[in-house]
């Protein structure tokens, strides 16, 4: 069990003009499965290299429970980590794979062994500790991956896109199995992915990063809902955020979003200033009707299907639209609907940095990044 | 009825598969008949002759075949001393080159492997003596070596080790240890490559695995590097074996077989003396039937290792 932080951390490598990780701090708090989420190249992974040791600091410090381990190196940092490529010894059955760590430490074939069984056990792998890695398949190489770092009982897990390589269906039953297990290890896990959909089922925290620097740090409930920049905004969410560019306007009293052909009255959002502001929408934040009463009236372009959901583009004037079609209607490309924004789930960001702009009535999103050691 | 007529359609069918068959067998000997040429004439017609060559004497001229006398060729290997001599001191070549050789290029595989400065200029430079022609070679270590104005002595004796430069290429069976020292100079780079080319299929995250496993350098290397490298040191090996055993330039140039008669002889080179300086063809190519056979059995050995880990 630890708490894990990086204070001012930068890694710089030479030759690169751009820093691979910009000055981060970052507490990965105790027990809790924190997701690394970003595109390649935002220096997730490498994040998770200075965590292991097998990557050096360029500045800043990395502690473990209070205790300074920058200079440790990772065979004495009490972390596991799980690569992406598994990384078993290709000579070793899965046995003694497993048995590694511990033989390192001196322990007796017969309790090696023991331990081996017990996490076998767990993972349902009983049956294939005498195969050599080559025999085994890739879900069956993940699980000894895991097995050698579960055998450890480290304090921390370091997981590097563990299931990226696994087929869907064996990768949705491996998420709730890897839930399963950080309840009842209690370690604290960190978890390096591209998939949005390992940090909504499994992490209690989610970092979200980009270009080698932390876009948000907060509940995957939270990043979804109140992104904290447009890069958030578009990276997280099934589908992408539609986004308009407009100005806000008050007239007689009353706020007022406005693109030309897209508005909508914002009387109650307090807390919006006046001027150039981007809009951005979700499809479920965009309701289309039939009725061309509707404050705005587009035209179907592009119709999707994601079970069990349809979701239609719809262009008003120059601006596209993606809307979530309620159960009940069908519609096609070339059809005429009324357009309505849930007024809730709109989220406004400055027109030029990008920056969310927060709303009065909105909650404060965490932001321990910025706290400082 | 209908069923006759099945039967007849596939039977019609079979037939003409077959003379498919045929066809495209005749073909693949037609296109196997240059290599099969080649070959008969230039492996088949010298063994075979060479096969003569044993159980013949001295012919009118040298390399002719002269009258019948059975295996008695064959049957001086028993009663030679100078063979018997020479097949010690092959194996005198052989082990010193198999051991140090390769675990020398082992080593310097091992630190070209890790991230230092000036890493790609020292991996270049490691070829060269492998690259250097042989006469080059001795024609160095001749004067490297030269006792009364070669470097090596001179550095002893700048270095106040000795106090007059020792003769490098004189003592039995100094010589000979010195021939196998410059030897493995030589074949090392080949061996480090070798190892090398393995190391680079090693992924880097399994030794990262094994850092963070908890593993020391040098338990990483015991238990995950060389078991992985366990393959190819025992290719190495045999290629070791096989090079030296066919040692001959460098004893060529160096000493001639000497100092003494015969100190730095192995089989190969007294196969060469037998029969182009004594032109006693006979009994060279009983010597020269020894020395194959060794390399054949060495070298099947060496491909069905081969085949046997790709197979695994």
Redesign the interface.
């Known amino acids: 069990m630890a708490e894990v932080r990086l204070d001012r951390v930068v890694k710089r490598y030479p030759g690169l003009a751009a820093d691979a990780v910009q000055e981060t701090s970052l507490t990965f708090e105790d027990g809790l499965f924190t997701c690394i989420l970003g595109p390649s190249g935002s220096g997730k992974s490498t994040i998770l290299k200075l965590l292991a040791g097998i990557e050096e600091v360029t500045s800043g410090r990395i502690l473990m429970d209070g205790a300074d381990i920058t200079n440790v190196t990772p065979e004495r940092r009490d972390v596991a980590m799980v690569f992406q490529s598994y990384a078993l010894y290709p000579n070793m059955n899965a046995r003694d794979n497993i048995a590694f760590p511990l033989m390192l430490r001196g322990l007796g074939r017969q309790e090696r062994y023991r331990q081996v069984e017990e996490v076998a056990e767990m993972l349902g792998i009983r049956g294939l500790l005498d195969r050599q890695p080559r025999a085994l398949s890739g879900g069956e190489r993940q699980r000894v991956a895991l097995g050698r770092a579960i055998v450890r009982s480290p304090k921390v897990f370091l997981l590097d896109e563990p299931i990226s390589n696994l087929d869907a269906n064996l990768r949705a039953t491996t998420r709730e199995e890897l839930k399963r297990i950080h309840q009842r290890l209690g370690a604290t896990f960190i978890y390096v992915t591209h998939d949005q959909d390992d940090a909504e089922a499994m992490s209690d925290r989610v970092v979200l990063m980009a270009h080698g620097s932390v876009q948000q740090y907060d509940t995957p409930t939270a990043i979804y809902r109140r992104p904290a920049n447009r890069f958030v905004a578009s990276f997280v969410g099934r589908l992408p955020m539609s986004f308009v560019r407009g100005e806000i306007r008050e007239e007689e009293g009353r706020l007022r979003f406005d693109s030309g052909p897209v508005w909508v009255d914002l009387a109650g959002r307090r807390g919006l200033p006046a001027g150039p502001v981007v809009v951005g929408v979700r499809p479920e934040g965009v309701t289309i009707s039939s009725s061309r009463s509707a404050p705005m009236v587009g035209k179907v372009t592009l119709t999707e299907v994601v079970a069990p959901d349809l979701y239609a583009t719809v262009s008003v004037g120059d601006v596209s639209l993606r809307a979530r079609v309620p159960g009940e209607h069908v519609v096609g490309v070339g059809d005429e609907v009324g357009v309505t924004f849930v007024r809730s789930q709109l989220h406004f960001f400055d027109a030029t940095s990008g920056e969310r702009i927060v709303v009065e009535d909105e909650p404060a999103t965490v932001r321990s990044w910025d706290v400082a050691v | 009825m209908a069923s006759g007529v099945a039967t007849a359609r596939t039977m019609g069918n079979r037939f003409s598969r077959l003379s498919i068959r045929r066809e495209s067998q005749a073909y693949a000997l037609l296109f196997l008949v240059p290599t099969t040429l080649l070959f008969v004439g230039l492996v088949g017609y010298p063994v075979l002759y060479s096969l003569l060559l044993t159980v013949s004497g001295r012919g009118a001229a040298p390399g002719q075949l002269g009258a019948f006398v059975g295996l008695a060729n064959w049957a001086r290997i028993a009663s030679d001393p100078i063979f018997s001599q020479a097949v010690v001191q092959t194996l005198m070549y052989v082990i010193p080159a198999a051991v140090l050789g390769v675990l020398v290029g082992l080593g310097v595989a091992l630190v070209l492997n890790e991230r230092f400065p000036g890493r790609r200029i020292v991996r270049a430079a490691l070829l060269i003596p492998w690259a250097l022609p042989p006469v080059v070679v001795a024609a160095m270590f001749q004067w490297f070596l030269d006792s009364r104005r070669g470097l090596l002595g001179q550095w002893l004796v700048n270095a106040g080790l000795v106090d007059q430069s020792p003769i490098f290429l004189g003592g039995v069976p100094g010589t000979l240890y010195m021939l196998t020292a410059i030897h493995i100079w030589k074949t090392m780079p080949l061996l480090a490559l070798m190892f090398l080319v393995a190391l680079q299929y090693l ?1 880097n ?2 030794i ?9 350098r040098w ?1 990483r290397f015991r ?2 590097v060389l ?2 490298l ?1 393959p190819t040191i025992v290719a190495a090996i045999i290629i070791q074996v096989l090079i030296t055993v066919q040692l001959f330039d460098l004893i060529f140039a160096l000493t001639g077989g000497g100092p003494g008669r015969y100190s730095t002889y192995n089989v190969y080179f007294y196969t060469f003396k037998t029969t182009f300086e004594q032109t006693d063809f006979g009994y060279g190519a009983v010597l020269a039937y020894i020395v194959t056979g060794f390399v054949v059995v060495l070298a099947l050995l060496l491909t069905r290792g081969r085949a046997r880990s790709i197979l695994s």
């Open positions: 992924p995250e399994t990262q695995a094994a850092r963070i496993d908890g593993a020391s338990r238990y995950v078991p992985f366990r």
